[in-house]
């Protein structure tokens, strides 16, 4: 099992930045693929960002490339979302989630790979 908890969100202004961090617990996220997804009131909830066990590979979606950045820290077990020029689409529930390495890079798109969830983060942005 892996305790995932992230924390970094609050209400921001466009053009703000924040930095989402999500810690794990119960096992070393070495063993993981990282993701961070959001969702939107109403909607489902999206991939945003994903980096592979071994950090070599990362991947976003369409609307947050050169704005958000992931990385991860296996010695201190925490995964970061760096969001820069945030725009009020930006605004949703961002959770972080860890999945269980496998498959082609397409996988860290999809959010039923993923088996071990955070509890979420509030990100508002106002324009």
């Known amino acids: 099992q892996v305790q995932l908890v992230e924390s970094g969100g609050g209400s921001a202004q466009t053009g703000d930045s924040l930095r989402l961090s999500c810690a794990a617990s119960g096992r070393t996220i070495s063993n993981f693929d990282m993701g961070w997804f959001r969702q939107r009131p109403g909607q489902d909830r999206v991939f945003v960002s994903a980096i592979d066990q071994a950090g070599r590979n990362t991947l976003y979606t369409d609307s947050v490339k050169d704005r958000f950045t992931i990385s991860r820290d296996d010695a201190k077990n925490t995964v970061a979302l760096q969001m820069n020029n945030l725009e009020p689409e930006d605004t949703a529930i961002y959770y972080c989630?860890?999945?269980?390495?496998?498959?082609?890079?397409?996988?860290?798109?999809?959010?039923?790979?993923?088996?071990?969830w955070g509890q979420g983060t509030q990100v508002p942005v106002s324009s």
């Open positions: 989630a860890a999945r269980v390495p496998g498959g082609n890079a397409g996988y860290l798109r999809a959010y039923t790979t993923y088996a071990y």
